[in-house]
């Protein structure tokens, strides 16, 4: 606490952005980390967790991957900014599009914001129209057309952006008849994942209604697949679902930590990509494209997807049956491999804070307002350990009623 | 949800009237100087403003009641041109409206004015620091009632709180300041946004936030604490359904644009 202390007169919010103990469980949660390794971290108490949160999708295959370290520690000696980019940065765009069939050219940033906020503009050169569609409480970044914070906002950020629910092919429709002609893009999450919120999976034939709309009506299909992105289908969460977008951005897992993300577009958007300017201070540093270059062969190598699906299943279905042992019930929605947990009859989330409070005193971090992440590092045993954790704090929980 | 989108001059007459108008029933409940002022008289204001809303402040048993389909008694009736020209005089401009005495009594029309001198002076004290502790939770006490009367009215007539609003999930909340006895509510169904003053009676709250103190409030609902900050240091604790919280306070925190108390 006297670290949040000393951050609160020198940081505004202390800690911001999703990281803010406001975000989480003030009372309960760990405020600074200092070390991971595997699937566990430890906070600067020396508190040791076994983690589900995964630095929110960010670590893929474990923190502190040795093949991964071992890249980025050896482009280190070489260096990581340069006046120009390394060799490093075609190799990554050939990986990734021979990786993403769809995908003829590739770009890099840093955050999922970078690319998504580039994507729309690619939409929009190329469509040479303003509209966006978008789904109704889905997360695309910070960017002022998309942030769900209000601060610093105008009405004309946002005068273009039009949202409509999550699997209402109707309301799609709507949109798209009431704009005909005026929508450059509609940019979509390969399943809806709200905060405080269950996921939503796409109902049978959505993404190919919306396709479909999509390809006859000429607006592009920017695939954000920042958060599910190498999670679901290391081909992209689009496989997964049957569908090809245009464009599709990617994050989180892609660098297992060292921060890099990435959109992969379509031919024929290949020149309206270079007419919107991209670039950033960092944006070209070699450590994070060496990192993620041995990222991408891990995930294959450890079968990320089937064996995330796995654990998560397992996971799932001990938390479930702890949980009904003690005589609550318990909601999971999204896949297995991210799944989101809450007391099926709870909407207002005061038992779920209090289970995930007791959880974290039992050495397990497990959030109650956002959906969970593992990693291949997880094992069937570190499992096994999550749902007795989870056993004692349903246990602790019923008491307290 | 579908009342019209208000002016600024317009909002802030609606804030004058239905959120700080109603703040003088608090001032008669706790404060005996308002219990002096207004003493054992019964009457009526009616307040109407030219093409635009009205409310009715009915004085009795120590109360100030609004109400407004009763039907003027023992009353005195002001007529504002504008809702600019009721904002001058609630922001204590040298106003004369037009005034119709029901009963000639001029004796309530200087309570009335008294009672809203004193109400400013709560609303406004020069320097809260050296004033008593009561002092400062009738302040609160007052500020919190404003705001969530206010909120009702930012939400119908206000086009970024509307839009807020409707991203909100439903819900009721309640604001509360740790032993002391000040709380307030806010629900919120998808169409309708009702508040009331202490605890809601007819259900449990979906997300509770409440304060460290009356000083700690008084500075989050002036936007002199950095909220966040505040959360993670326990000065203030949230539990529940956050985003009704936040969408509510998002609203809240609009009502300086309008109302500089």
């Given at each position: 606490?006297?670290?949040f202390r000393r951050a609160?007169?020198?940081?505004p919010?202390?800690?911001?952005g999703?990281a803010s103990?406001?975000?989480?469980?003030p009372?309960?949660?760990?405020?600074y980390?200092?070390?991971?390794?595997?699937?566990k971290?430890?906070d600067v108490?020396g508190r040791?967790y076994?983690d589900f949160m995964?630095?929110?999708g960010?670590?893929?295959?474990g923190?502190?991957?040795?093949?991964?370290?071992?890249?980025a520690a050896k482009?280190r000696?070489?260096?990581?900014?340069?006046?120009?980019?390394?060799a490093?940065?075609p190799?990554?765009a050939?990986?990734?599009?021979?990786l993403?069939?769809?995908a003829?050219?590739a770009?890099?940033g840093?955050?999922?914001s970078?690319?998504?906020?580039w994507?729309?503009?690619v939409?929009?050169?190329?469509t040479g129209r303003?509209?966006?569609?978008?789904i109704?409480?889905?997360?695309?970044g910070?960017?002022p057309w998309?942030?769900?914070?209000s601060g610093?906002?105008?009405?004309?950020d946002?005068?273009h952006?039009h949202?409509f629910?999550?699997n209402?092919l109707?309301a799609?429709?709507t949109?798209?008849?009431?704009?005909?002609?005026?929508?450059?893009?509609?940019?979509?999450?390969?399943?809806?994942?709200?905060s405080f919120?269950?996921?939503e999976?796409p109902e049978?034939?959505?993404f190919q209604?919306?396709?479909?709309?999509c390809r006859k009506?000429?607006?592009l299909l920017?695939?954000?697949?920042?958060?599910?992105?190498?999670?679901l289908a290391?081909?992209?969460?689009h496989?997964?679902f049957g569908?090809?977008?245009?464009?599709?951005?990617?994050c989180k897992?892609l660098?297992?930590g060292y921060?890099?993300?990435?959109t992969?577009?379509?031919?024929?958007?290949r020149?309206?990509?270079?007419?919107?300017?991209l670039?950033g201070?960092?944006w070209?540093?070699?450590?994070?494209m060496a990192a993620s270059?041995i990222?991408?062969r891990?995930m294959q190598?450890a079968?990320l997807?089937?064996?995330?699906?796995?654990l998560?299943?397992?996971l799932?279905k001990g938390?479930?049956?702890?949980?009904?042992?003690?005589?609550f019930?318990?909601r999971?929605s999204?896949p297995?491999a991210?799944?989101?947990?809450r007391f099926a009859?709870?909407?207002?989330?005061?038992q779920?804070q209090?289970?995930c409070a007791l959880?974290a005193?039992?050495?397990?971090?497990?959030h109650?307002h956002?959906n969970?992440?593992?990693?291949?590092?997880?094992t069937?045993i570190?499992?096994?350990?999550?749902?007795?954790a989870?056993?004692?704090?349903f246990?602790?929980?019923?008491?307290?009623q | 949800?579908?009342a019209?989108?208000k002016?600024?001059?317009?909002i802030l007459?609606?804030?004058?009237?239905?959120a700080?108008?109603?703040?003088l029933?608090?001032?008669?409940?706790n404060t005996?100087?308002a219990?002096?002022?207004l003493?054992?008289?019964t009457?009526?204001?009616s307040i109407?403003?030219?093409?635009?809303?009205?409310?009715?402040l009915?004085?009795?048993?120590?109360?100030?009641?609004i109400d407004e389909?009763?039907?003027?008694?023992?009353?005195i009736?002001?007529f504002f041109?504008?809702?600019d020209h009721?904002n001058?005089?609630?922001q204590?401009s040298?106003?004369?409206?037009g005034?119709?005495f029901?009963?000639?009594?001029p004796?309530n029309l200087i309570?009335f004015?008294?009672?809203?001198?004193?109400?400013?002076k709560y609303?406004?004290?020069r320097?809260l620091?050296?004033?008593?502790?009561q002092?400062r939770?009738?302040?609160?006490?007052l500020?919190?009632g404003?705001?969530?009367?206010g909120l009702r009215q930012l939400a119908?007539?206000?086009e970024?709180s509307?839009?807020r609003?409707?991203?909100?999930p439903h819900?009721?909340a309640?604001f509360?300041?740790?032993?002391e006895?000040l709380?307030?509510w806010?629900?919120?169904?998808?169409?309708?946004?009702?508040?009331?003053?202490?605890?809601?009676?007819?259900?449990s709250p979906?997300?509770?936030v409440?304060?460290?103190d009356a000083a700690?409030?008084?500075?989050?609902?002036n936007?002199?604490?950095?909220?966040?900050a505040s959360i993670?240091l326990h000065l203030?604790?949230?539990?529940?359904?956050l985003?009704?919280?936040?969408g509510?306070?998002?609203?809240?925190?609009?009502?300086?644009?309008?109302?500089?108390l």
């Open positions: 606490m006297e670290l609160s007169k020198v940081i919010g202390g800690i911001y999703h103990p406001a975000a989480g469980l009372n309960a949660f760990p405020y980390a200092e070390r991971a390794k595997g699937c971290y430890w108490d040791e076994l995964c630095g929110y960010t670590i893929s295959l923190y502190g991957h040795p093949a991964v370290e071992e890249a482009q000696e070489k260096g990581s900014i340069f006046n120009h980019p390394s490093l940065m190799e990554l050939e990986t990734l599009t021979e993403i069939e769809f003829d050219w770009v890099f840093k955050n999922g970078d690319m998504t906020t994507a729309v503009q939409a929009r050169e190329f303003k509209k966006i569609l978008k109704q409480g889905a997360y695309h910070v960017d998309c942030t769900p914070g610093g906002i105008i009405e004309e946002v005068a952006i949202p629910p999550w209402d109707e799609f429709q949109l798209v008849a009431r704009y005909r002609g005026e929508v450059a893009a509609l940019i979509i999450t390969p399943f809806h994942h709200p919120g269950d996921s999976m049978e034939d959505f209604q919306i396709e479909k709309v009506e000429e607006i920017i695939l954000d697949d920042i958060r599910a992105g190498f999670r290391l081909e992209g969460s496989t997964y569908f090809e977008p245009d464009i599709a951005c990617y897992a660098g297992n921060n890099i993300s990435a992969l577009g379509r031919e024929y958007l020149v309206s990509a270079t007419k919107v300017f670039t201070s960092y070209n540093d070699a450590v994070s270059l990222c991408l891990e190598s079968k997807p089937s064996h995330l699906e796995k998560g299943r397992k799932i938390i479930g049956n702890e949980a009904l042992g003690h005589g019930k318990m999971f999204g297995p991210m799944p989101f947990m009859d709870e909407k207002n989330f005061f779920l209090r289970f959880a005193t039992e050495g397990v971090f497990l109650p956002h969970w992440f593992l990693s291949a590092a997880h069937a570190d499992i096994d350990h999550a749902i007795e989870a056993s004692r704090a246990a602790l929980l019923a008491k307290e | 949800m579908s019209q989108l002016s600024h001059s317009e007459c609606r804030l004058h009237l239905y700080v108008l109603p703040a029933d608090d001032l008669l409940k005996t100087e219990k002096k002022i003493g054992g008289r009457f009526s204001i109407s403003i030219h093409n635009g809303a009205k409310v009715i009915s004085f009795k048993d120590g109360r100030c009641l389909t009763r039907p003027l008694d023992d009353g009736h002001f041109r504008s809702p009721l001058r005089l609630m204590g040298l106003v004369l409206p005034v119709e029901t009963t000639f009594r004796g309570v004015l008294r009672l809203l001198n004193l109400l400013r609303l406004r004290p320097d620091t050296t004033r008593d502790a002092f939770a009738n302040h609160v006490r500020l919190l404003i705001a969530f009367f119908e007539h206000e970024a509307r839009r609003i409707q991203e909100t819900g009721l309640l509360s300041i740790e032993n006895n709380a307030a806010a629900s919120w169904d998808g169409v309708n946004i009702l508040a009331g003053k202490g605890e809601p009676e007819h259900k979906d997300v509770i409440t304060f460290k700690i409030a008084y500075q989050a609902l936007e002199k604490l950095d909220p966040m993670g203030i604790q949230t539990r529940g359904l985003p009704l919280a936040d509510l306070s998002f609203i809240i925190e609009r009502i300086p644009r309008f109302l500089t």
